[in-house]
């Protein structure tokens, strides 16, 4: 009998449904591309239940890469993010209460408040959840499903880097929308499946058998459970309820070092390429989509 990893072939896409090819293993996992949609993904896909115990017993600890575990790190290899989403949020004039879903330390909760936002936000990481609050920030444990009294209520859902985290995609779009008004947005960064498919092959030559790169944490598998494609990200999110107002590109973290070096050269590629080509530009690496609640 054959081992997963021997069959090139699987199916069916977590986003339509269509064959998924071999893409590589990471670790104990494998990563497949759907021949249709282009999304990468685990396929088995994890359990909400192993994942939980996953981030309990390393992701949140630090053991899956110590660096995860310092806030001050984070802060500032992700404030190019949360500035991208703070101008986003400017730029559609947002009033109203925001939920930042995913929080993690808070530093997008307190951008968003520094810049005259009410914005509160979910973790579900108890440490992370008590650094923010020791430094005054309204985030609370739970996911979205636990606020309750805010449904109908919020202006914009916020997720920055979650939504390659999630196992059940479907459950979190959905509490999402429960949460926002009549109108109201989904804004989402995350990183998409174009650049890392290109990359990801050539890093092995194009064998798929090989082990995938970590990529700075892209195939961190089972973290990381899918890479959707811009095409994907539009058509599953629309299914549940929302339709596409905007796609923009993501800026680049600030690592140091020369991958530091190599982010910066890299957004300056992609300023260039994006408005020339859109959809079709394979080098942006994550891409911020803002969605409007439908009726």
């Avoid at 008004?181 to 804004?187: E, H, Q």
């Avoid at 990801?200 to 194009?206: D, P, Q, V, Y």
């Amino acid at each position: 009998m054959r081992t997963a990893l021997a069959q090139e072939y699987r199916s069916a896409c977590l986003v339509c449904g269509g064959d998924l090819a071999l893409f590589g293993p990471y670790s104990r996992y494998t990563y497949y591309r759907c021949c249709a949609c282009g999304t990468i993904q685990l396929f088995p896909m994890p359990n909400e239940a192993d994942m939980a115990q996953a981030y309990r017993d390393e992701y949140a600890s630090g053991k899956q890469m110590e660096r995860y575990n310092d806030p001050e790190w984070y802060r500032v290899v992700s404030r190019t993010y949360a500035d991208s989403i703070v101008r986003t949020l400017k730029d559609r004039a947002v009033s109203g209460p925001i939920v930042d879903c995913g929080a993690g330390w808070g530093f997008l909760v307190e951008m968003m408040i520094q810049s005259g936002f009410d914005a509160r936000g979910v973790e579900l990481s108890h440490d992370q959840v008590v650094f923010a609050q020791k430094r005054g920030l309204p985030i609370q444990q739970g996911d979205l499903a636990s606020l309750t009294e805010m449904g109908g209520r919020a202006s914009v859902v916020t997720l920055s880097c979650v939504f390659e985290h999630l196992v059940n995609h479907a459950c979190a779009l959905s509490a999402a929308r429960r949460l926002l008004a009549p109108n109201g947005l989904l804004i989402t960064l995350h990183p998409t499946a174009s650049f890392y498919n290109v990359v990801g092959r050539a890093f092995r030559l194009g064998d798929t058998r090989k082990p995938l790169p970590d990529l700075e944490g892209a195939f961190a598998a089972p973290w990381h459970t899918a890479l959707f494609s811009i095409d994907a990200t539009e058509q599953f999110i629309s299914r549940h309820g929302f339709r596409l107002l905007d796609i923009r590109p993501a800026p680049q973290g600030r690592h140091g070092g020369w991958v530091g070096l190599a982010q910066r050269l890299l957004e300056l590629t992609n300023r260039i390429g994006w408005p020339l080509f859109r959809r079709r530009w394979p080098l942006v690496t994550s891409h911020i989509f803002v969605f409007e609640r439908t009726d």
